[in-house]
């Protein structure tokens, strides 16, 4: 069942996703990769953790393992090595070489492009589901929360869940589905450039006057 939208919101939502667009004409994806392989690996390793580092650690990663079955054939100790500076590396080791099998064993090799298919793998839940099938595909089934667009959510009044899926519900009911994909990155930008998790003069972010 749809979500009621008060004519107000939808008003709101199109005064504040117009000056994002301003602000970020071009936001997009920040993590390094070549292939939709190496984009699925780069998104896990970036989970509580910033592209800046995940960007470093892959620059290594990728020369070292350049095939789907140099994952599939790694041992998990080692590679817990390679990216111990991602943070969660245990658990993050153990789904992308997990994942990495069942790529090539279910999928033939190639990452899914639909969303049931894609939250198959180990590891992936709807905000990797969302940014990998967006990236990779152009196949635009929702929003990715991230931390950023979680906290910036609640702060433009957008959503008062916490719940990341309960918050994407909230965000696709008031965002037109034409702005789903690039408003993930466009907040993401927003709340590093300007609205910062930490304290700040929040009545001199740019979108504080439309609040």
Not at 11 to 33: E, S, T
Not at 94 to 105: G, P, R
Not at 109 to 124: A, Y
Not at 169 to 191: C, H, N, Q, S
Request: aromatic letters at 8%.
């Amino acid at each position: 069942m749809e979500k009621s939208v008060s004519e107000e919101q939808k008003k709101r939502v199109v005064k504040i996703l117009g000056v994002l667009k301003r602000l970020f004409p071009d936001a997009g994806m920040m993590l390094r990769y070549s292939n939709n392989w190496e984009l699925l690996v780069a998104v896990m390793l970036s989970a509580q953790c910033t592209d800046k580092k995940v960007n470093e650690v892959t620059e290594r990663l990728f020369k070292k393992y350049r095939t789907l079955e140099d994952y599939a054939r790694a041992h998990q100790k080692e590679f817990e090595k390679d990216i111990y500076s991602t943070g969660f590396y245990r658990n993050k080791a153990k789904n992308i070489l997990a994942a990495a099998k069942m790529v090539k064993e279910k999928f033939g090799g190639k990452i899914p492009h639909t969303m049931n298919e894609i939250m198959m793998l180990p590891g992936v839940a709807r905000k990797t589901a969302n940014v990998v099938l967006g990236n990779a595909y152009g196949v635009v089934e929702g929003i990715a929360v991230d931390t950023h667009v979680k906290r910036l959510a609640g702060v433009l009044g957008l959503s008062k869940q916490t719940d990341p899926n309960k918050i994407e519900e909230d965000l696709m009911a008031v965002v037109p589905r034409k702005d789903w994909f690039v408003t993930t990155y466009r907040l993401i930008e927003y709340g590093r450039k300007y609205c910062l998790a930490r304290r700040h003069k929040h009545e001199e972010c740019p979108l504080s006057k439309i609040l």
